[in-house]
């Protein structure tokens, strides 16, 4: 096979964007928010193909090499190829991948047995320690922010024991069910040798039909048990596992052929899969390209609750679901902190522990982002969040889950909105002091609001201090919104009519909703989106509701992670690109996908602030 020394092509660090504001009644006033790049950067951007990463083989001297026909494939398929040369430098793997729209995982030789703890086998190939080490660091960095990914013959294989599979070795030697299939051809690389059965219903067979496929073949090493979360979606006449996938979760699929060199000798149907990769990378560029021009935020974590852990670091990537360096990964801007305080007897002792317990969790936010100071900073204000994103840092705003929290005193208000708290919600599973909760434990000890929480709502409004509704019953969502003077929100709720839980708003309260000004930001927890295993799928399917009934002006994204928040496709903060991702193909403008990431929910902190007096 012909072979080209290749060189990493650099992409140019992007100017950070930037933004414009004016004042009104004291209160910067968000506008919108714009790169700082001319026209003629605009336009360059908005025209350059997506940038597929491929990576390569290392060769005796320690050069790097690939077939010639990876980088002719990816160009006929409307992409930009760029080289990643074998490397043991995570570093630069990672400011690689930060540029990168798509992965192909190129073939080549075996790969080691240990990694997926199994003795080497007698008929074990030419294997290198270093390149997978290299392959398996670019395939986290690049699942780690939801790049689309090829994997191709070797690739397959890469990608399968990553995620946790096992391979033959060495297919004749270990396959007792042969039937005669020769994955090793000795025709050219370029020629079919065997079929393949396409499953039907995998993403696989959208791409080139399900049925028989005639394909190359040049392993002999194969996907034996496939990793979790992935499936088989074509298999060879002697049962050889072919191809997996794992979508919809993860944006990745595999092959065992070469798709890449039968595209170059002219196989339409083959070629598709290239092309398949390359679009949907161009989709993943352009969200990427609009987070950077429009603010995002995620309006609900209950990530706090980790912060009472000895060690616990929000610059840690590996330790739960929302983090800094997540938030970097899923192109998210800010995020709420909620102290969340669990329900618990009414007595004046535990009113005053509880509010001692949620000052605590108050403090230990502020002890967060001091020690991360380089990494982030605290949010009070609507237009904090592109002071803090222009200066290259995330955005920590905070929220009280649960009134409980300030007890029987409205003074406790003043307090914690001195310390940084921007909204609290009124209740959780319990009915409390204020009013009644929406879950199956409620009394209806008030039939709604209380009278001391008319007084807390009146303080909320005067304090600048947004209402949420996420977890109110039915009739204090409608006191609220006869007594507030501003909007408010529902922080992580859902849509009621696709899924029948007592936390989710029906289609009356999202009209009243957006009557009020107010918005309600979609939670992904799985028992609020529908009623067994929920998806990335239905997560859009409840926004696309909400816009329908209430308007594209009235609906965002609060995740619950950390508190239960979590589903397939969309497990942290770094998934929440995928969301963008989803939403362009169901063809919502960058306009739109400003409102729901970020410009409702600032619009109603804007208002509520405004309205303080």
Sequence with gaps: MTKTVLYLICA??????????????????LDTFKAVMDSNEINLRTRRPPLIGISVTRTSSGGSQLGATYIQAVLKAGGTPVLIPVMNDT????????????????????????????????????????????????????????????????????????????????????????????????????????????MPGSQLAAIIGEGTKAVNSLHHQAVKEVAPGFRVTAYAPDSVVEAIEAWPVRPML??????????????????KLLRFLVAKADTFRLAKEIHDRILSIDTHTDTPLWFRRPGFDIANREAN??????????????????????QGTRDSVSLAKAVQDATELIESIHEQIERNSDLCELAVRPNDLAYIKKSGKKALFIGIENGYAIGKDTAQLAKFRHMGVTYMTLCHLYDNDICDT????????????????????????RLGMIID??????????????????PVICSHSSARALCDHDRNLTDDQLRALAQNGGVVQVCLLNLYLRNDA?????????????????????????????????IPGLEGSNDLIQLTVKLLEKGYSEEDLAKIWGGNFLRVMQAVQEAAW
């Design 12 to 29: 140019c660090l992007l100017l950070p964007p930037g933004y414009a504001q004016t004042k009104v009644s004291g209160v910067p006033r």
């Design 91 to 198: 570093k630069a793997l990672l400011q690689t991948v930060r540029h990168l729209d798509g992965l192909i995982l190129s073939g080549g030789g075996d790969v080691n047995p240990p990694w997926y703890d199994e003795a080497p086998h007698p008929y074990l190939g030419k294997v290198d320690l270093l390149r997978d080490t290299y392959e398996f660091r670019l395939l986290k960095l690049a699942s780690d922010r939801n790049l689309p990914t090829l994997g191709i013959c070797r690739g397959e294989q890469v990608m399968n024991v990553y995620f946790g599979g096992t391979l033959y070795q060495d297919i004749p030697s270990q396959r007792k069910a042969n039937t005669g299939t020769n994955h090793r051809q000795s025709l050219p690389a370029d020629k079919v040798s065997h079929t393949v059965s396409v």
């Design 254 to 271: 595999g092959v065992q052929w070469h798709p890449e060199q039968l595209t170059m000798s002219g196989d339409t149907v083959m070629e």
């Design 321 to 342: 679901r929302v983090n800094l360096p997540k938030m970097e990964e899923g192109k998210l801007d800010g995020v709420y902190l909620a102290a969340f305080i669990e």
């Design 438 to 461: 929406s879950s199956p434990h409620t009394r209806r000890e008030w039939n709604g609001l209380s009278p001391f929480g008319r007084e807390v709502v009146r303080q909320m409004n």
């Design 469 to 486: 509704l996420s977890h109110a019953s039915d009739s204090t969502f409608r006191d609220v919104l006869k007594l507030t003077a501003a």
């Design 534 to 566: 929920a998806s990335l799928a239905d997560a859009v399917e409840h926004i696309e509701h909400i816009v329908r009934t209430a308007g594209i002006d009235h609906v965002g994204i609060g995740s619950d992670f950390d508190g239960g928040g979590g």
